[in-house]
């Protein structure tokens, strides 16, 4: 019940492994990127479930692992823990040929990865996901990156880890809401350009998320799948990559106006973002009202949310969220890009979306 995955990028291909138990295996599977100190960066709240087993499996490797437990939350993506996340690498002696691990979600994956990216002019890293999240999409592809005050992931680099280990036994610890967070990932992924794969998991879906160990393994190993053939034809989002925005330009100005706070986490933003950018495109008369009923009836079915209303608090106006979106790295020429649908399963992207249009979804 285990996948491997290529992600074919020339000199800088890697494997995302998939599968339960494997941080059990971690040990062999990183020994020969190891070299000199190894600094395994995670957060408060990870260290507290996997840090200790995990720095057992690497020291009975032979690997000479250095623990930094940063804060957990999406806070922690700022330039202050970057400074200090790298004093602390630093600190360690990590040799600019050795191999830097980043253990946790997609904030941990984003940090330590911009930290590799940039630290001695890049130091490989690897990544350890441990939510429904990272393993499904921050750990692939080498996107790092932190949040501004003026909006999320508009500083980093292109960085790809060596490898991915992606044990789905961890998953069994998220909480509920996490779990879910993580889901709205695969729920995207799959409406964005697989059909076949959509209509699986609305079958499959509450089986993945109640932890049935095959139906998980598919789910995360399908996901990494499709993501890793799209990186290996755009690896730096100039054409395909940008589909895997579905949801994003929304979900990004979501979280942005709610403050990056548990209000709205991040998994949720997509899955509003992307009923939004569904909704959107059956307005234009882009793609049949029937799909976007579809998509968001899944949402619904496996308890995300699918629309600005399910935001705990105030709800934040048209123009908040527009002036949100003007910040968006994916802005061009002045001109908001967004990713719409023709149907379940084919998208494509567009900055010719009338202003008065978003303006009235977002009401």
Not at 65 to 72: G, Y
Not at 174 to 198: D, S
Not at 311 to 319: F, L, Q, T, V
Request: glycine content about 12%; charged content about 20%.
């Amino acid at each position: 019940m285990r996948e491997r995955i290529a992600v074919a990028l020339g000199a800088r291909s890697y494997d995302i492994h998939v599968g339960p138990g494997l941080l059990a295996e971690a040990g062999s599977l990183l020994k020969p990127l190891a070299r000199g100190p190894v600094p395994v960066v995670t957060d408060s709240n990870v260290a507290f479930l996997h840090l200790d087993r995990f720095m057992g499996v690497l020291q009975d490797a032979g690997i000479d692992a250095r623990p930094i437990v940063v804060d957990a939350g999406e806070s922690t993506k700022s330039f202050s823990w970057l400074e200090r996340l790298i004093e602390q690498l630093l600190s360690t002696g990590v040799d600019r040929g050795g191999l830097i691990v980043a253990l946790g979600g997609g904030v941990i994956g984003d940090l330590t990865g911009f930290a590799a990216g940039i630290l001695k002019r890049g130091i490989a890293f690897a990544q350890i996901p441990t939510t429904l999240l990272s393993q499904v999409d921050s750990s692939v592809g080498g996107k790092t990156a932190i949040n501004v005050p003026e909006g999320k992931n508009l500083v980093g680099v292109f960085h790809q880890p060596s490898i991915v280990i992606a044990d789905t036994d961890v998953l069994g610890t998220l909480p509920r809401r996490e779990l879910l967070a993580g889901y709205a990932e695969v729920a995207k992924t799959a409406a964005l350009g697989n059909a076949q794969y959509f209509a699986w998991l609305e079958t499959n879906a509450v089986r993945a998320l109640n932890g049935e160990a095959d139906a998980i393994v598919h789910t995360v190993a399908e996901a990494c799948r499709m993501k890793a053939g799209i990186v290996a034809r755009d690896e730096r989002e100039s054409g395909e990559r940008a589909l895997l925005n579905l949801g994003h330009t929304f979900g990004h100005a979501l979280e942005t106006a709610t403050g990056f706070s548990d209000r709205l986490l991040h998994g949720e933003g997509v899955a509003i973002g992307t009923a939004l950018a569904f909704r959107l495109s059956a307005k234009l008369g882009l793609c049949p009202a029937a799909d976007a009923d579809r998509l968001i009836a899944h949402l619904k079915a496996t308890g995300l949310p699918s629309e600005i209303a399910d935001i705990p608090g105030e709800r934040p106006s048209p123009e908040v969220l527009l002036a949100a979106m003007a910040h968006d790295k994916k802005v061009k020429h002045g001109k908001l890009i967004f990713v719409l649908a023709r149907r379940i399963g084919e998208t494509f992207v567009t900055g010719d979306v009338p202003v008065e249009a978003v303006r009235e979804v977002l009401r």
